[in-house]
């Protein structure tokens, strides 16, 4: 599913949207508004991260493998390939899978994968598969059995009694319509249908009468990266308040933070790699946004030197990077299943450590570019504003 906004920055974005370590946990609650909320984080040591409210929790891999990739536009997917490509990048520990209803065949995927699992792998390790989808309807009246109904589709798809996560998308605020269908998930999750509820590329100020309204949101999943810092304002000021935590897509902008696009000139036709999928063209443009190619090359050859220095790649680099700010429980990483796969840079991530030096000098080439909160607004606000 594709939307074009209309504001003066629309062309911006045309898109869709082992042994289990001992947790440790800590918290507090904080007032927000007239209500007491209290969310926690555990971690376990550093690859696995419990999000809580109240109640609610669940532990998931900190980096996720992300499958917008399968909905069409990065190359022909086979179901085959596909899911042994889970079964792999499981198998190396990389065993939390984000997904959409509408993200082509994701959802029926992971329930050939989690039969699969089932099936071939020991008790203990399906224990440690998740596997989070998003529900995004059309602005029609929430109902409980229009929920009920939207949300089984999914359970059935992806062959589960009940969603590890289902993450909640809303078009248009001025519809309070969103409310209506939250506190029906929530009942369902008191069901037993769903075991935690997040959202995903909602602002600041929903996420607050979200909150005020008793709705248990763990998460909110909005676009995160050294080139997009808006969620470190606003969105970190009032996840550091309740303990709800972010989780990251965009992290390694569709592949542009990477060696493969440093001391390239995109401005000369055929001179640089093609931007030949959705997710390149969108964050081509978020760079244009933010500061241009030039200065883009300056980041990545910054990039490039706390790489060399830790002997691991960019991406891993910018990955990390994200990890460590406040707030953020996990980050995504695209999975292109079956075409390619990045196993090694993505579980060199929770051995990477960055230092002053390192985060200094990416910090100082990330705020020359532009204020991205001024130029498009808060999370999820490219997907809404007019």
Not at 24 to 52: I, K, L, M, Y
Request: charged letters at 25%; hydrophobic letters at 35%; a neutral charge.
């Amino acid at each position: 599913m594709a939307v074009s906004v209309q504001h003066p920055f629309s062309k911006l974005y045309t898109t869709s949207y082992a042994a289990k370590p001992r947790a440790r946990t800590c918290g507090e609650s904080r007032r927000v508004g007239v209500r007491w909320v209290r969310c926690e984080v555990g971690v376990a040591e550093n690859r696995r991260v419990t999000v809580n409210n109240g109640n609610d929790s669940l532990e998931i891999c900190r980096v996720l493998n992300g499958m917008w990739q399968t909905s069409g536009g990065w190359g022909r997917i086979d179901r085959d390939d596909a899911v042994e490509a889970m079964l792999k990048y499981a198998d190396a520990g990389l065993s939390t899978f984000d997904m959409a209803d509408h993200y082509g065949p994701a959802e029926d995927l992971y329930g050939i994968f989690i039969n699969r699992v089932r099936r071939e792998r020991p008790p203990d390790f399906l224990e440690n598969i998740r596997g989070l989808t998003k529900w995004v309807p059309p602005p029609v009246k929430m109902t409980s059995s229009y929920v009920h109904e939207s949300i089984n589709v999914s359970r059935k798809r992806m062959d589960v009694a009940s969603l590890d996560m289902l993450q909640f998308h809303w078009w248009d605020y001025s519809n309070s319509g969103y409310l209506d269908a939250l506190k029906h998930l929530t009942d369902l999750k008191e069901e037993g249908k769903i075991k935690t509820i997040a959202l995903t590329n909602f602002d600041t100020e929903r996420l607050h009468i979200i909150l005020e309204n008793g709705i248990p949101v763990v998460s909110n999943q909005v676009q995160h990266s050294i080139v997009d810092m808006r969620p470190q304002q606003k969105m970190a000021e009032l996840c550091q308040l309740t303990g709800v935590k972010l989780i990251t897509y965009g992290t390694v902008m569709g592949g542009l933070l990477s060696e493969k696009f440093l001391d390239t000139n995109l401005s000369i036709p055929f001179a640089g790699p093609p931007l030949n999928t959705p997710s390149l063209q969108k964050y081509k443009r978020m760079v244009d946004a933010w500061g241009g190619w030039s200065l883009f090359q300056v980041l990545l050859q910054t990039l490039k030197k706390v790489a060399s220095k830790h002997e691991v790649s960019i991406p891993t680099v910018a990955v990390k990077y994200i990890l460590d700010r406040p707030s953020v429980a996990g980050s995504m990483i695209g999975v292109r299943l079956g075409l390619s796969e990045h196993l090694k840079d993505s579980n060199a991530v929770f051995s990477l450590v960055l230092d002053d030096e390192d985060t200094g000098s990416i910090q100082e080439v990330s705020k020359k570019g532009k204020d991205l909160l001024r130029v498009i607004g808060d999370c999820g606000d490219e997907y809404r504003r007019a």
